[in-house]
């Protein structure tokens, strides 16, 4: 079974400064999706950013970008310029590219509180 | 565009009783899955419907059990409420059954059991 591990749970940054968030995942599998996903105090989850695992490329969105290191199995969200709106809890999230039972599913980590200070 | 809803946002039920959960997917979506995340953790997943059927289930007891309708919304139901269902129960729905899908969640439903 794959795990995720978040071993930061809560970061703080000055707002406008950059922050880096960490996560590890175990796997036995070559092709896989990881998320990073945002969840504010509404509860809603949000996506900020996908990876999939055979693209070597480095995904960004906007001011959000990851450092994929497949043979680490590291999967480390970069927010620059941070803003108060990107306080909130982050969490780093797996899913299969396999059919099969158990496939589908989105394991995620236990999710790191990011406090962004004015 | 209307994205996941789900109701009821909030509901208080003692131990022993059952509890029925709603969910209505993203415009166009097909698919639909069920979290439960504890406080203080990350979503734990449940299981997921496509066409109507259980696809997919996680390390649940029987006691959770759901439905897909035609219109592809969905409901969780959990019999025999312990205090260790209170959780956020979140609902997620995507557009076709595939692991590359991107998920849609909605703000879940939180539940407390006394």
């Known amino acids: 079974a794959q795990t995720v591990t978040q071993s930061q749970p809560e970061m703080s940054v000055q707002e406008a400064e950059t922050v880096t968030l960490s996560c590890t995942y175990d796997?036995?599998?070559?092709?896989?999706?990881l998320f990073w996903y945002k969840q504010p105090p509404s509860r809603q989850m949000i996506l900020v950013i996908r990876q999939e695992a055979y693209k070597q490329q480095n995904a960004t969105e906007n001011r959000f970008s990851v450092n994929f290191q497949k043979a680490a199995k590291s999967f480390s969200l970069k927010i620059s310029d941070s803003q108060l709106g990107d306080a909130a809890m982050y969490f780093c999230a797996y899913r299969s590219s396999y059919s099969g039972a158990g496939s589908y599913q989105l394991t995620f980590g236990k999710g790191t509180k990011l406090s962004v200070i004015p | 565009d209307a994205g996941v809803t789900q109701s009821p946002t909030h509901l208080i039920k003692t131990r022993g009783q059952q509890v029925t959960l709603r969910c209505s997917p993203k415009?166009?979506?097909?698919?639909v899955s069920w979290y439960q995340q504890a406080l203080g953790q990350g979503p734990q997943f449940i299981f997921q419907?496509?066409?109507?059927?259980?696809?997919q289930r996680g390390n649940f007891p029987d006691r959770f059990s759901g439905h897909q309708f035609p219109n592809y919304s969905s409901e969780l139901n959990v019999n025999a409420l312990l205090l260790g269902d209170s959780a956020l129960y979140l609902c997620?729905?995507?557009?076709?059954?595939?692991?590359?899908?991107?998920?849609?969640f909605g703000a879940g439903s939180r539940l407390t059991v006394l």
């Open positions: 796997t036995s599998e070559s092709d896989y999706y």
């Open positions: 419907y496509y066409e109507e059927e259980e696809r």
């Open positions: 997620a729905s995507s557009l076709g059954f595939s692991g590359a899908n991107v998920l849609t």
């Open positions: 415009s166009g979506h097909d698919t």
